[in-house]
């Protein structure tokens, strides 16, 4: 490891208008908040003078960015009808110069639109441009000055850094949007990790959640088929949570419990008594970025657990070099977690069983338990990538005509179905739908295919099903027939997952002969132009 410069101590915007709106509706927010105005202190008072400040300054390059991209999208597409090409390509075309746009002021504006930008990215449910355009901002982390991370870990800890630590590293090992992290040797020679919150963020979260829930009453305004408060609501709510380390410390905690029989799966121990809301001292676990395997642990947590990870990047994951099988997965950033409803948990298990099943009655029937109605047909497109009817193998490339017939019925999907589709889901379903556009995302980039998120998903979706006629039969008596029938239900899917497996296998094996058979021509041929 690159150990960077290191404290050691002793063993022992664009237009006034805009700015005066936003001025306005930072001064309302202040002037409502009495406590507010009770300021301890003079730095006090300066700190929240600059963030108000700079509130402001965040408001009005947001305001004047969305601003633009209305009227673009308004005289972009004027007069085109939405059925023709013409118009898709228009649209486009707005799509990708909007989420340019946005891009560069999330860029400028830092902290919570970088994470913003991120959470938008990772949401399979808006256009491929955004989704493409922002992801670039995964990458994207800036790190705090030392000196103001310095002054967070010793407001909080209550003590100076060489009464605590041996020694600790001024330069990060990790830094995110809300927080970096660094390395650390405790004074009984312990490795740590401590991870610190951005001074003044929650104050600045209170100004910039605000503005974001106003512009997107804004574009539904002006765009009645483009509702998104829903997103922000999401965006919100994930984001308090992130900002409370104690709870990411529990999550770390309830997710080491879930997971204690697993010896594939390592959580960092949580030092308490170096850990506030602010500040997260964990455990030091070595080891490099990666995500293969995690499919499996995500399936199990989805569907066994119901209390689910919220941010699974390779960023937050580890492989260590120790374990019984040569490698265990260490599980990094517990802040965003969502805990299932017991129902939602059963009828998404069920869903899977139906999707693997291709039984279209079942999933049309789970559809209204979800409150999405007619919008059944898009549930296989969206966790398998195949039509309904489809005739292709699960996990399998559709044929030519299928995608042809995919492309014709989204030609007449229009932005309010989409708008009302994602407005009926359940909040679970949102959370899950996000953390699986991550989990494809790792799996892409690894080059796995698609089968193995399948299958694992199936198969622990099985196990979520069976955990439940097990509870019941403890409490309720069956009668045999309906145990049995439930039984066979299972066998059949279980021997639906074991053929999916072989032909996975199978495909393998032909990949290997392949390359076998090429490398011999290439031996003989080498052999035999000498004699040519």
């Not at 004047?64 to 597409?77: E, G, N, P, Q, R």
């Not at 990666?290 to 990870?309: C, N, S, T, Y």
């Not at 999933?363 to 007619?374: A, D």
């Amino acid at each position: 490891m690159v150990v960077h410069r290191v404290l050691k101590f002793p063993v022992n915007a664009k237009t006034t208008t805009i700015y005066l709106l936003t001025a306005a509706g930072v001064t309302f927010q202040v002037a409502s908040r009495p406590n507010l105005l009770q300021l301890s202190s003079s730095t006090d008072f300066f700190e929240k003078i600059r963030t108000g400040v700079e509130g402001v300054i965040r408001s009005s390059s947001a305001i004047s960015t969305i601003a633009f991209s209305v009227v673009d999208y308004k005289y972009s597409l004027r007069g085109l009808s939405e059925d023709s090409n013409d118009y898709r390509e228009k649209l486009s075309e707005v799509h990708l110069r909007s989420a340019h746009r946005i891009l560069k002021m999330c860029e400028a504006n830092k902290g919570f639109y970088v994470k913003a930008g991120q959470f938008v990215a990772a949401m399979r449910q808006v256009p491929m441009e955004y989704s493409t355009t922002l992801s670039s901002l995964q990458d994207q982390a800036v790190p705090c000055n030392f000196k103001d991370i310095k002054k967070v870990l010793s407001s909080n800890l209550g003590k100076d850094l060489s009464e605590i630590f041996l020694s600790f590293d001024e330069q990060p090992i990790a830094a995110a949007s809300i927080a970096q992290a660094h390395y650390a040797i405790l004074k009984d020679y312990q490795e740590v990790a401590v991870k610190v919150q951005y001074p003044g963020l929650e104050r600045r979260m209170k100004i910039d959640t605000k503005t974001m829930s106003v512009l997107s009453k804004f574009v539904a305004w002006f765009f009645p088929d483009y509702r998104f408060h829903w997103l922000v609501s999401e965006f919100t709510e994930a984001i308090s949570s992130e900002l409370n380390f104690i709870q990411e410390a529990k999550n770390s905690e309830r997710t080491a419990e879930n997971f204690k029989k697993n010896n594939m799966v390592r959580v960092p121990r949580v030092y308490w008594e170096l850990t506030t809301s602010h500040v997260l001292t964990m455990e030091f676990c070595r080891g490099q970025k990666v995500a293969k395997a995690l499919v499996e642990i995500f399936a199990e947590m989805i569907f066994i657990h119901g209390f689910v990870h919220g941010d699974p990047h390779p960023g937050n994951i580890l492989v260590s070099p120790e374990g019984p099988n040569g490698f265990t997965l260490v599980l990094l950033d517990h802040g965003i977690y969502r805990q299932l409803d017991e129902g939602f948990q059963q009828d998404y298990c069920k869903l899977w069983k139906a999707l693997i099943l291709l039984d279209s009655n079942e999933i049309r029937h789970l559809s209204e338990r979800f409150g999405v109605g007619n919008y059944y047909r898009y549930f296989p497109l969206i966790f398998t990538g195949q039509p309904i009817d489809s005739k292709s193998a699960l996990g399998r490339v559709v044929s030519t005509e299928e995608k042809n017939k995919i492309k014709q019925e989204f030609k007449s999907v229009k932005m309010e179905d989409i708008s009302s589709f994602m407005e009926s889901l359940p909040p679970d379903f949102l959370r899950i739908l996000r953390t699986d556009g991550l989990l494809r995302s790792i799996m892409r980039k690894l080059g796995a295919p698609q089968q193995v998120r399948l299958l694992a998903y199936a198969k622990y979706a099985i196990y979520g099903l069976s955990l439940n006629l097990n509870q019941e039969s403890e409490f309720v008596a069956k009668i045999a027939f309906s145990r049995l029938k439930a039984n066979l239900s299972y066998l059949r899917l279980r021997l639906l997952l074991e053929i999916l497996e072989f032909f996975s296998w199978m495909e393998l094996v032909k990949r290997y002969v392949y390359t076998l058979c090429i490398k011999i021509s290439q031996g003989m041929s080498m052999l035999v132009t000498p004699f040519g």
